[in-house]
């Protein structure tokens, strides 16, 4: 995009390479709103639903295994359609709300059950603070996104990436406890909810800019999945966090 402006998001990333220009049927800020709650709205009832069968009737959704695998699959394929062919982010956007709120539902029973106190509703209401809060600093102009901060959130996001992958790898071959490396696990935790959280700002600043070139009306769809890859990610490190706080308990 003419606007030299980057992202780490892959959805954002490959949408700020449309062309600019004026049109009738460009995107605005109220269609990307809508769209987010749309998306918001079905990920919430398909977790609802995933979430209910788990704790109260005791069993999994149909298939609820094969789904917990399948479900960050399916999610990808989603944004890399989104992220390849536009006109068919809609279709990619929606599936992508229902596989990834299945899938939340079931994490979600699982750390309520196994930890209680409304574990759950507390990180939804975290994740709430946290994107307004993000949204009013960027709103009110008190941080400014800048070329800088986003090579530097790219560069924590590589990290973090390689930092899990080798912690995976470990623990699957018997090299690594949990509990005995509870402090570490905690501290990544920690930056990993920072870096999700201006990640927001990232976004807020890639859908200011591609509105105001006047991209096309699809690209709402390809926006509003773009924040909602963000949501999902904050919201999974913040359950782990609260997790983890009430275990040092």
């Not at 949990?178 to 990232?202: D, H, M, R, T």
């Not at 600043?205 to 699809?218: F, L, P, Q, T, W």
Request: aromatic share 12%; charged share 10%; hydrophobic share 55%.
């Amino acid at each position: 995009m003419m606007m030299r402006f980057r992202t780490m998001n892959p959805v954002f990333r490959h949408a700020s390479k449309a062309s600019a220009y004026t049109s009738d049927n460009a995107a605005t800020y109220s269609g990307v709103v809508s769209k987010s709650a749309l998306l918001l709205a079905i990920m919430f009832v398909f977790g609802g639903i995933s979430m209910n069968r788990l704790m109260y009737q005791a069993q999994l959704p149909p298939g609820g295994i094969a789904m917990l695998i399948a479900a960050p699959i399916v999610g990808l394929i989603c944004v890399i359609v989104a992220m390849t062919k536009p006109t068919s982010a809609r279709t990619a956007s929606i599936i992508y709300a229902v596989a990834q709120g299945t899938f939340l539902g079931v994490i979600s029973g699982m750390y309520e059950i196994i930890y209680g106190n409304q574990i759950v509703m507390t990180a939804l209401i975290a994740t709430g603070g946290v994107f307004a809060a993000m949204l009013f600093l960027y709103a009110s102009g008190l941080v400014r996104v800048t070329h800088m901060m986003r090579k530097i959130l790219f560069t924590a996001l590589l990290g973090l990436l390689f930092t899990s992958f080798v912690m995976f790898f470990l623990f699957v071959f018997g090299g690594f406890s949990y509990e005995q490396n509870l402090g570490l696990i905690f501290a990544i935790v920690i930056i990993s909810v920072i870096v999700a959280s201006l990640f927001l700002l990232v976004d807020f600043d890639n859908i200011e800019r591609m509105v105001s070139a006047g991209v096309e009306k699809h690209y709402e769809w390809v926006l509003s999945l773009g924040l909602l890859v963000t949501l999902v990610w904050l919201y999974i490190e913040l359950l782990r966090l609260i997790a983890i706080l009430q275990r040092r308990r």
